[in-house]
């Protein structure tokens, strides 16, 4: 194989690690991960939104920022449960 072949190979192999190595030590694809991480940075965003609405309206949005922590913090620690719950599965199968 010549060397440019070889890098190329290798390159690729590099890249496509980097987009697949975070995603799969949480169980899911490339996609899968794509998805919930763009619902949680939407919601980040929207909460962020009403904070700052909030910063210059203080009667306004009083609880939405910390309930939208607890809610992305719930689903963040459901989703780490379960992932955890089929490694188990996995290893006593």
């Known amino acids: 194989m010549r060397k ?3 890098y190329t190979k290798r390159m690729n192999f590099m890249i496509e690690r980097l987009f697949t190595k975070h995603p799969a030590s949480v169980d899911e694809t490339y996609g899968e ?3 919930a991480a763009s619902s949680f940075s939407l919601a980040m965003f929207i909460a962020s939104l009403a904070c700052l609405v909030h910063a ?3 009667f306004m949005f009083v ?3 910390s309930a939208a922590i607890e809610t992305l ?3 963040m620690v459901a989703n780490r449960r379960q992932f955890e719950e089929g ?3 996995k290893r006593t199968a």
Do not use: F, Q, S
Request: glycine share 6%; hydrophobic share 40%; charged share 35%.
């Open 87 to 89: 490694r188990l599965a």
């Open 4 to 6: 440019e072949a070889r």
């Open 73 to 75: 913090y719930d689903r």
């Open 56 to 58: 210059v309206l203080p």
């Open 33 to 35: 991960h794509l998805i």
């Open 63 to 65: 609880r939405t920022g």
